[in-house]
């Protein structure tokens, strides 16, 4: 299978006042067609930095972004330039943020917001362009598109608006949607009916799908591939349900274990120790290793490598977990 | 039970007023009839989407806002009827911690000025007794007296929810509203402060009344719980048994809609229709029938009432109860058609 997007040696540099932020170290990421891939973290590891550069939206200066090659659809895109780039975003690659709020136009109503997207990349006519919004609208699954395509997005509530967001990627039936935290915003009973369309939707246009969150359920709903990412590192990477039966990482048994889940005992709440490092101030060795049960000498000393360890499974870690205990 | 809060029938409304002086003015109708009593040293979860006035609930039971019609009861004294210098006593003996630990700390105070304040306000004026606690509440929640000079701005979001606890706790409540604590934070810092939380609570004896939107996080710290939607209890009491046995449809919506993490077994999806209403016009009877798969004709107009299915176990809905025996209208058992799809 041929993927749809292969993002090799991604680094991105903040220098700021107190040093060097390293927000994204060589990350590699692959995303197959058709394929749901996850990248999973807490704030601050550096996930929606990644996605971002992937799309190229990450500002240079201050950012200083060096990558080996993001292939995407077949062709090279690291050095093209704005115009470019332009032509790809919405048309063949679009982004849904978390806050639908802040990533509509508040003074335009979501029909006008929608239709830009066809009169833009399709170039059709105004008439033309608001046919298509409409049934996008239906097709996301809005109540009366006609009238709600009037409507700016104040008069919409927040599960609405994420769907205008969604008709809006779905737009122009695009090679890869980047969903960063698409559903954090919202109430749990919204975020079920938002991530039922979004799965419909990426199944029925053929779409790829690169999810950001923080959210391990939804990953685990939606998701076909996770990468873990630590610190700006991937640190485990692994098919879902392999990952959630039987993850390798210590920091992703840790994180799956700080869930709280309905079938818990009561008042147990495992955690992990400390807290993630700050980005400017990361730790020698393995960035895991002083939060870390199993952390040796080897790892205070030495970053571990990622390393096959599975059919489809990278792992970064001196002393991962197998399915019949420790190595 | 020893019980230390009682509620009877409280409604908290707050007016809108229209843009224009004929446009219709309107009345949000937060909360709205809530009756509860929470038991001294245990945990009462109150759980609900949002806008359905869980934080309204909480800002009412410690008087922060005050009610449009009903009682408060603090350990058997009406909160609002009493005089200012009382009503202030009292208010130390309940203390909120808050949802964002950024907004709720004043980034030019430092960590000593943060969690002595209430001290101070209190009329606190002995500085070194005042240092001393500080460091003791400070090393109760796991930080250390190196952070007494520091500001918030130093701290990472986990450590800045330490900062509101101690604040919280430093002048000995009974009483400790926690307004969704956690769901600011990160994952692998959310159980630690929930094992801060149920630690305090131990030594300390405090009754918690636990607001979240999380429920797996309520069925795990929480004793007692009322499920609200739009301004009313839908489903309170054991959250043993509304765990094990959710009867209000909007109870087991919410709980199939928590997703799993695990890939055992594929439990049965809910996925409700449409949003939460407005509160300006909160249907006529129950107030969840517009999105309930099970409404029926007379949800529409006859409110249900609050009983008791089993011990400490309240319901309000038709599905349960049946229908009251008074004129009913026609076809009222029949199921809503429009919400057939």
Same mark, same amino acid.
């Given at each position: 299978?041929?993927?749809?997007?292969?993002?090799?040696?991604?680094?991105?540099?903040?220098?700021?006042?107190?040093?060097?932020?390293?927000?994204?170290?060589?990350? /590699?990421?692959?995303?197959?067609?058709?394929?749901?891939?996850?990248?999973?973290?807490?704030?601050?590891?550096?996930?929606?930095?990644?996605?971002?550069?992937?799309?190229?939206?990450?500002?240079?200066?201050?950012?200083?972004?060096?990558?080996?090659?993001?292939?995407?659809?077949?062709?090279?895109?690291?050095?093209?330039?704005?115009?470019?780039?332009?032509?790809?975003?919405?048309?063949?690659?679009?982004?849904?943020?978390?806050?639908?709020?802040?990533?509509?136009?508040?003074?335009?109503?979501?029909?006008?917001?929608?239709?830009?997207?066809?009169?833009?990349?399709?170039?059709?006519?105004?008439?033309?362009?608001?046919?298509?919004?409409?049934?996008?609208?239906?097709?996301?699954?809005?109540?009366?598109?006609?009238? #709600?395509?009037?409507?700016?997005?104040?008069?919409?509530?927040?599960?609405?608006?994420?769907?205008?967001?969604?008709?809006?990627?779905?737009?122009?039936?695009?090679?890869?949607?980047?969903?960063?935290?698409?559903?954090?915003?919202? /109430?749990?009973?919204?975020?079920?009916?938002?991530?039922? %369309?979004?799965?419909?939707?990426?199944?029925?246009?053929?779409?790829?799908?690169?999810?950001?969150?923080?959210?391990?359920?939804?990953?685990?709903?939606?998701?076909?591939?996770?990468?873990?990412?630590?610190?700006?590192?991937?640190?485990?990477?692994?098919?879902?349900?392999?990952?959630?039966?039987?993850?390798?990482?210590?920091?992703?048994?840790?994180?799956?274990?700080?869930?709280?889940?309905?079938?818990?005992?009561?008042?147990?709440?495992?955690?992990?120790?400390?807290?993630?490092?700050?980005?400017?101030?990361?730790?020698?060795?393995?960035?895991?290793?002083? #939060?870390?049960?199993?952390?040796?000498?080897?790892?205070?000393?030495?970053?571990?490598?990622?390393?096959?360890?599975?059919?489809?499974?990278?792992?970064?870690?001196?002393?991962?977990?197998?399915?019949?205990?420790?190595? | 039970? @020893?019980?230390?809060?009682?509620?009877?029938?409280?409604?908290?409304?707050?007016?809108?007023?229209?843009?224009?002086?004929?446009?219709?003015?309107?009345?949000?109708?937060?909360?709205?009839?809530?009756?509860?009593?929470?038991?001294?040293?245990?945990?009462?979860?109150?759980?609900?989407?949002?806008?359905?006035?869980?934080?309204?609930?909480?800002?009412?039971?410690?008087?922060?806002?005050?009610?449009?019609?009903?009682?408060?009861?603090?350990?058997?004294?009406?909160?609002?009827?009493?005089?200012?210098?009382?009503?202030?006593?009292?208010?130390?003996?309940?203390?909120?911690?808050?949802?964002?630990?950024?907004?709720?700390?004043?980034?030019?105070?430092?960590?000593?000025?943060?969690?002595?304040?209430?001290?101070?306000?209190?009329?606190?004026?002995?500085?070194?007794?005042?240092?001393?606690?500080?460091?003791?509440?400070?090393?109760?929640?796991?930080?250390?007296?190196?952070?007494?000079?520091?500001?918030?701005?130093?701290?990472?979001?986990?450590?800045?929810?330490?900062?509101?606890?101690? @604040?919280?706790?430093?002048?000995?409540?009974?009483?400790?509203?926690?307004?969704?604590?956690?769901?600011?934070?990160?994952?692998?810092?959310?159980?630690?402060?929930?094992?801060?939380?149920?630690?305090?609570?131990?030594?300390?004896?405090?009754?918690?009344?636990?607001?979240?939107?999380?429920?797996?996080?309520?069925?795990?710290?929480?004793? @007692?719980?009322?499920?609200?939607?739009?301004?009313?209890?839908?489903?309170?009491?054991?959250?043993?048994?509304?765990?094990?046995?959710?009867?209000?449809?909007?109870?087991?919506?919410?709980?199939?809609?928590?997703?799993?993490?695990?890939?055992?077994?594929? #439990?049965?999806?809910?996925?409700?229709?449409?949003?939460?209403?407005?509160?300006?016009?909160?249907?006529?009877?129950?107030?969840?029938?517009?999105?309930?798969?099970?409404?029926?004709?007379?949800?529409? %107009?006859?409110?249900?009432?609050?009983?008791?299915?089993?011990? /400490?176990?309240?319901?309000?809905?038709?599905?349960?109860?049946?229908?009251?025996?008074?004129?009913?209208?026609?076809?009222?058992?029949?199921?809503?058609?429009?919400?057939?799809?």
């Amino acid at each position: 299978m041929e993927p749809i997007l292969k993002l090799r040696n991604l680094k991105v540099v903040f220098p700021t006042n107190f040093g060097l932020i390293r927000a994204v170290e060589s990350v /590699d990421l692959d995303i197959g067609d058709r394929e749901c891939v996850a990248l999973v973290g807490e704030s601050g590891c550096g996930k929606s930095v990644t996605s971002q550069s992937v799309m190229r939206l990450i500002e240079s200066p201050p950012a200083v972004t060096r990558v080996d090659a993001i292939e995407f659809a077949g062709r090279d895109i690291k050095d093209y330039g704005p115009k470019q780039m332009q032509e790809i975003r919405g048309k063949e690659m679009s982004m849904i943020f978390q806050d639908a709020m802040t990533s509509l136009n508040p003074v335009m109503t979501v029909g006008n917001q929608i239709d830009e997207m066809y009169r833009r990349h399709q170039g059709d006519s105004k008439k033309a362009a608001r046919q298509k919004t409409v049934r996008a609208l239906e097709l996301i699954g809005l109540p009366e598109p006609t009238a #709600r395509a009037n409507s700016f997005p104040h008069e919409l509530s927040g599960g609405m608006r994420q769907r205008v967001l969604l008709a809006m990627a779905f737009a122009c039936m695009p090679k890869l949607i980047i969903a960063d935290e698409p559903t954090t915003a919202l /109430d749990v009973t919204i975020q079920a009916q938002v991530l039922k %369309t979004l799965r419909g939707m990426q199944r029925g246009c053929g779409t790829s799908l690169l999810l950001v969150t923080h959210d391990l359920s939804v990953v685990a709903s939606i998701a076909d591939t996770v990468y873990v990412m630590y610190s700006g590192k991937i640190v485990e990477k692994a098919p879902v349900k392999d990952l959630f039966t039987a993850p390798q990482h210590p920091y992703t048994v840790g994180l799956m274990a700080a869930v709280p889940r309905l079938t818990d005992e009561k008042r147990k709440f495992t955690q992990i120790p400390g807290a993630v490092p700050h980005p400017a101030r990361k730790p020698s060795g393995c960035y895991f290793h002083p #939060r870390c049960d199993y952390a040796t000498a080897e790892c205070k000393k030495e970053m571990p490598p990622l390393v096959k360890s599975g059919a489809d499974r990278e792992v970064r870690c001196f002393h991962p977990l197998t399915a019949g205990g420790r190595q | 039970m @020893r019980e230390i809060l009682r509620m009877n029938n409280v409604s908290v409304h707050f007016p809108v007023k229209g843009g224009l002086p004929f446009l219709k003015r309107g009345v949000i109708q937060a909360v709205s009839d809530v009756s509860l009593t929470i038991a001294h040293g245990e945990t009462y979860g109150i759980v609900g989407e949002s806008g359905c006035g869980k934080t309204t609930l909480a800002n009412a039971m410690i008087g922060m806002v005050k009610p449009t019609s009903g009682e408060v009861l603090f350990a058997g004294k009406d909160l609002l009827r009493l005089p200012k210098e009382e009503f202030k006593k009292a208010r130390q003996k309940m203390q909120m911690i808050f949802q964002d630990p950024f907004s709720s700390l004043n980034p030019r105070f430092n960590v000593y000025q943060i969690v002595s304040e209430p001290m101070f306000i209190r009329g606190e004026d002995d500085q070194e007794a005042m240092i001393a606690r500080v460091v003791e509440l400070l090393e109760l929640v796991g930080l250390s007296s190196e952070d007494l000079y520091r500001y918030p701005s130093d701290f990472s979001g986990g450590q800045r929810q330490r900062l509101g606890i101690a @604040r919280a706790i430093s002048l000995n409540p009974s009483f400790l509203v926690c307004d969704e604590p956690v769901s600011a934070l990160d994952v692998s810092i959310h159980a630690q402060i929930l094992n801060l939380l149920v630690m305090i609570q131990e030594q300390m004896k405090l009754t918690y009344v636990f607001i979240s939107h999380n429920l797996a996080d309520v069925k795990n710290i929480c004793d @007692r719980m009322a499920v609200m939607y739009l301004g009313k209890v839908m489903e309170s009491g054991s959250s043993d048994r509304i765990f094990k046995r959710p009867l209000h449809p909007y109870t087991q919506a919410l709980l199939a809609a928590v997703l799993d993490t695990t890939f055992d077994e594929k #439990r049965e999806q809910i996925i409700l229709q449409g949003d939460i209403p407005s509160p300006i016009d909160p249907p006529l009877g129950c107030r969840f029938w517009q999105r309930c798969p099970q409404a029926m004709e007379g949800c529409k %107009t006859i409110p249900p009432e609050h009983l008791e299915v089993e011990d /400490d176990h309240v319901v309000a809905c038709h599905l349960v109860h049946g229908f009251p025996a008074v004129e009913l209208p026609d076809g009222y058992d029949r199921p809503v058609e429009s919400l057939k799809k």
